[in-house]
């Protein structure tokens, strides 16, 4: 089996928030302090740019599997990119009250996180998690 590329690895704030833009600082913090309400666990670096909060543990009936992050986000360039696990029509309910983004299959994406409901994007968080947990084993470490 081939070995996952995305690893999961210690996380420092202070050392990842300084690699940040300042532009885009004050938005990394809030995620940062908004992902630990939702999920109630430490943020672990998945990747160079990924912050991930719990990992699950993934085997298709091929024989193919690994572990990822539960949920996290990512700072990009353009927009900011939200990981919520969770089928579509789990958070569509939701999502439509969260203020203008975009779907992908299991990313949301944000242009500004002070567009958005910050509330909305923290239930979200949980209702991807939850449906996630339904699927594959959740881990918060």
């Known amino acids: 089996m081939t070995e996952a590329k995305t690893r ?3 996380f420092d704030s202070e050392v990842w928030l300084a690699g940040i833009d300042p532009a885009r600082r004050e938005e990394a913090e809030r ?3 908004i992902f630990a309400e939702a999920t109630g666990w430490e943020p672990r670096l998945f990747g160079p740019s990924m912050v991930g909060f719990g990992r699950y ?9 690994g572990e990822s992050l539960a949920t996290g986000f990512s ?3 353009a927009e900011l990119s939200v990981y919520l696990m969770a089928g579509g029509e789990t958070l569509q309910p939701i999502l439509a009250r969260l203020g203008p983004h975009r779907m992908g299959k299991a990313c949301l994406y944000v242009k500004r996180l002070d567009a ?3 509330g909305v994007l923290r239930e ?3 209702a991807g998690l939850e449906d996630l947990a339904l699927h ?3 881990h918060p470490v």
């Open 75 to 77: 700072l990009r360039k």
């Open 124 to 126: 979200a968080i949980r």
């Open 8 to 10: 999961s690895a210690a």
């Open 57 to 65: 543990v993934y085997r298709y009936e091929s024989g193919h599997g």
């Open 31 to 33: 995620l940062l302090a």
């Open 136 to 138: 594959w084993p959740v």
């Open 116 to 118: 958005v409901d910050e």
